[in-house]
């Protein structure tokens, strides 16, 4: 499974007004329901049930939140770039300003779990995630977001 298969260009988001964790997933919900005609109710009430397990907050400013969803057919993922950080109660207690929302359909397993760790990855390496910080541009976030991971351990 490759990004380009679960993050279509239009998926990505940026987040000029987002000054909390509620708001921001009620916002990557309401792009779902855009997008994939999910109720945008039902995927917020999924994101912060998850969040109540634990944050998803990575460290380094980069939070994944996720959830499993009725309705759909495979994993999707939106993608949101945030002008100002915002508290997402991470792990390094640092704020978040690169975030991608992954749904997976209920029982997807393996296709979440492989979804996590392809995103995972890609925000682990640090020239990936500097690019991402220095650009505004939705379809260069897109570029950067799909290229293949051998070019950019290669980069």
Do not use: W, Y
């Amino acid at each position: 499974m490759e990004l380009v298969d679960i993050l279509p260009e239009g998926s990505i988001i940026s987040c000029a007004k987002v000054s909390s964790k509620r708001q921001l997933l009620q916002k990557l919900a309401n792009k779902a329901q855009e997008d994939i005609g999910l109720d945008s109710a039902m995927v917020f009430d999924r994101l912060v049930e998850r969040e109540q397990l634990g944050s998803t907050g990575l460290g380094n400013g980069i939070a994944i939140p996720h959830g499993k969803i009725e309705n759909i057919s495979k994993v999707c993922a939106v993608f949101a770039r945030l002008e100002k950080p915002i508290d997402f109660d991470a792990i390094d207690d640092k704020p978040v300003d690169l975030v991608i929302m992954l749904l997976a359909p209920i029982g997807a397993g393996a296709d979440h779990l492989k979804a996590l760790s392809k995103v995972a990855r890609l925000f682990r390496t640090e020239h990936i995630v500097d690019q991402l910080r220095q650009t505004s541009d939705m379809s260069k976030l897109h570029e950067i977001l799909i290229g293949p991971l051998e070019k950019i351990n290669a980069a």
